[in-house]
């Protein structure tokens, strides 16, 4: 008998590729931080419903979708499909505003309110600034490297771009 897992994914059904594609993408270190942080803005957000301070509810909803949309984009690999988009700025982007924004509605929640959840959020907040942090060292780190292939391979085709400008100019001149 043969195993799911030791079968080729082009034989499997459609289903059964998703899921070897999640589960793929969830054994790396960007899936795992991606789950971590849709995990801990949905604690957030509970926390948020369950607290005097629902005036941060937002944040952890938007960073819950925006965690699970960049997970689907990335396991799916959408993001090599459509190269209009520069998802690694994007992904980088919005973790550095993510990290910001917790820290300080963390900082106001366990400061300004008294409740246990707004606390409780606010903690949970603190934790997600660290999984944040984390992913943007990470990310940047992936986005540095990227930066690096594009100039290499870019750099030679300017010069030969840049010799033959100077070579027009120099033939138009008397």
């Known amino acids: ?50 607290s005097t301070a629902a005036s941060f509810l937002m944040v952890p909803l938007l960073t819950f979708l925006l965690a699970l949309c960049f997970f689907f984009v990335n396991s799916l690999k959408l993001n090599e499909k459509s190269k209009g988009i520069y998802w690694v700025l994007a992904d980088f982007l919005c973790g550095i505003i993510a990290a910001i924004i917790y820290f300080a509605i963390s900082i106001a929640a366990v400061s300004k309110y008294t409740d246990t959840a707004s606390k409780a959020a606010g903690v949970f907040g603190f934790i997600a600034t660290i ?3 984390v992913y943007v060292y990470f990310t940047f780190n992936g986005l540095v490297t990227l930066l690096k292939q594009g100039e290499s391979s870019d750099a030679e085709p300017r010069k030969s771009e840049d010799d033959s400008d100077s070579d027009s100019d120099r033939s138009s001149e008397p």
């Open 131 to 133: 999984v944040y942090c």
């Open 1 to 50: 008998m043969e195993q799911a897992g030791d079968a080729d994914p082009a034989e499997l059904a459609p289903g059964a590729r998703l899921l070897l594609a999640f589960k793929e993408f969830l054994s790396s270190r960007k899936g795992l931080l991606l789950t971590a942080q849709a995990v801990l803005s949905f604690i957030i957000f509970i926390c948020y419903i369950a």
